[in-house]
């Protein structure tokens, strides 16, 4: 090696330890060969990270809704709350590109609860501009792991309930199916504190991992949302169709509603209506819009008569 090539120790030890990080990605018992690659890659992440985290600080994101419609009456029951990311540099960014980024880096709970605190105000505006004797609509808010595993995760939405005067029912939680199978007994615990707050309770993304129905029938929930996964397929695969039925089912006998995510098309909406299933959220209904938009909806659907 010449004299050229030599490297600081320092700069050693850093790519040393993104060689690490790229073994531990990989699996365990692996072994990973440092490439300049990666060090433009954790370049990159750095950056991303670094402004993510002025947006955070700053205020920038922002919260965009996505109506839940009953498929009884097509009255909207629902707004599922979503953070979104306009960067000065990079416009608009996927939610795909920096929730993971946020997830893994703890940005997330100052994040989430950015979001909570916005859809709590909001949810507070609907509930006070309804028509007199229409069901109050009801704000959903995604809790990540991180969030949900928090020792104050109970204590931060009692906060926020308070300070924006929300009424608990009109506020509900969404856990993945994932999050709460994770640690079964204490996610018991944690659901029934958050429940006695007076929220709403559902699990996303529900028939993609592993529930045990055991501890399902334990969980105080109010809701179950079925996959976009499976509803995606109702029409052409038979085992889809065959899961969400199931889904549905188990909801019903346990006193829960159902959702179905990803709703595109009116042939799915009428197969799903006609199977029964309770609500229904997707492209078909409406896109996630600004909250200006998602009030002039909400006003248009809300009491169809």
């Known amino acids: 090696m010449s004299g050229s090539d030599r490297k600081e120790p320092g700069q050693l030890l850093r790519e040393a330890d993104l060689a690490m990080y790229r073994a531990k990605a990989q699996g365990k018992a692996r072994y990973a060969v440092f490439e300049e690659e990666m060090d433009e890659k954790a370049t990159r992440r750095l950056d991303a990270e670094n402004r993510l985290r002025r947006a955070i600080r700053r205020g920038d994101l922002t919260v965009h809704y996505q109506p839940k419609v009953s498929l009884r009456n097509g009255e909207v029951v629902g707004m599922e709350a979503l953070a979104r990311w306009a960067d000065p540099e990079r416009g608009l960014v996927p939610p795909c590109d920096f929730i993971p980024l946020a997830e893994e880096t703890g940005l997330i709970v100052p994040m989430g609860e950015q979001v909570m605190r916005e859809a709590c105000h909001r949810a507070a505006t609907w509930c006070d501009e309804g028509p007199p004797g229409c ?48 640690d079964a007994e204490s996610t018991i615990e944690t659901l029934k504190r958050l429940k006695a707050l007076g929220v709403r309770l559902a699990i996303d993304d529900f028939g993609k991992g592993y529930s045990s129905l055991g501890y399902v029938k334990r969980f105080p929930l109010d809701c179950l949302k079925v996959d976009r996964s499976f509803v995606a397929g109702i029409r052409e695969h038979p085992e889809d169709l065959a899961i969400v039925h199931a889904v549905i089912a188990l909801g019903r006998a346990l006193g829960m509603a159902v959702v179905a995510e990803g709703v595109e098309t009116a042939d799915q909406l009428d197969l799903l209506r006609d199977i029964g299933c309770d ?15 998602a009030s002039a909806f909400l006003a248009a659907h809300r009491d169809p008569g």
């Open 279 to 293: 609500q229904g959220q997707g492209y078909h209904f409406a896109r996630p819009m600004p909250a200006g938009e």
């Open 135 to 182: 069901e109050p609509v009801v704000v959903w808010v995604n809790l990540s792991p991180r969030q949900f595993h928090r020792a104050d995760v109970v204590g931060q939405v009692c906060s926020v309930l308070e300070e924006t005067g929300l009424d608990p029912w009109c506020l509900g939680l969404e856990i993945t199916e994932g999050v709460v199978m994770d």
